[in-house]
């Protein structure tokens, strides 16, 4: 079946450092959403892209929707603890067409 | 302040009992879903309901059962057959379902079996 692979499962980094998570759809994406879980918390929904090659920005955050629509990264710059969390991606398929998450990356800023 | 209600927020269950989560949308969102995460996972679709009186399970169905009679309320009932229920359970609800708008979720409810 359809599967969306996020890589890494964890990344460690000092505060101000970047952070990148990248999605991999084994399919082409009508859309892919992008969400952030704080520890202990629900899942936030973060930005929707649809457009191939799209990229959008929200402060810090840079968002970006392949040229084939099959994957997505999300970029942080400059960390801040505010940021720490669980990003998740989501896109549509399957026979019905429900979101297929990625196992998302924690963001863990080092002491 | 439309949202999703989850209750309640911790919930403890004995071996063998049946236990039910509630969930309540005022979004007036067609589509409504449960999902577990265990500790460091990602989310499993438990069950979703695109429309009143009609449910799908999802990828780990076994031991669960829900109901959608309203179209705000779609409670999850973890049965005695669900031999590992601890876990945090998310309500989410979108619009429309087919993946095309943004989920809205819960707080959760966290389970642990004692």
């Known amino acids: 079946g359809q599967q969306v692979m996020q890589i890494p499962q964890y990344q460690h980094v000092q505060e101000g450092e970047d952070f990148t998570t990248y999605c991999n759809s084994s399919?082409?994406?009508?859309?892919i959403q992008w969400y952030k879980q704080r520890p202990g918390g629900h899942p936030v929904f973060l930005i929707q892209?649809?457009?191939s090659g799209e990229v959008k920005k929200q402060k810090r955050l840079t968002f970006q929707f392949g040229e084939a629509k099959k994957n997505s990264s999300l970029h942080i710059t400059a960390t801040q603890t505010t940021d720490v969390g669980t990003y998740f991606c989501?896109?549509?398929?399957?026979?019905?067409?429900?979101?297929?998450w990625g196992a998302g990356t924690k963001l863990i800023i080092k002491p | 302040d439309g949202g999703i209600t989850q209750s309640p927020k911790y919930l403890f269950r004995k071996e063998g009992q049946n236990v039910t989560l509630s969930c309540e949308q005022n979004?007036?969102?067609?589509?409504m879903y449960w999902y577990r995460q265990d500790p460091g996972q990602g989310l499993r679709l438990i069950y979703y309901?695109?429309?009143?009186?009609?449910?799908q399970k999802g990828d780990i169905a076994e031991g669960y059962s829900v109901s959608r009679e309203k179209k705000e309320s779609f409670p999850l009932t973890v049965t005695s057959a669900q031999k590992n229920p601890t876990a945090f359970y998310l309500c989410?609800?979108?619009?429309?379902?087919?993946?095309?708008?943004?989920?809205?979720f819960g707080q959760g409810t966290r389970l642990t079996v004692v």
């Open positions: 989410a609800s979108t619009l429309r379902g087919r993946g095309v708008t943004e989920a809205f």
């Open positions: 979004l007036n969102h067609d589509a």
């Open positions: 309901s695109q429309i009143v009186n009609d449910f």
């Open positions: 399919t082409t994406l009508s859309n």
């Open positions: 892209l649809v457009k």
């Open positions: 989501a896109g549509p398929g399957g026979s019905n067409y429900q979101l297929i």
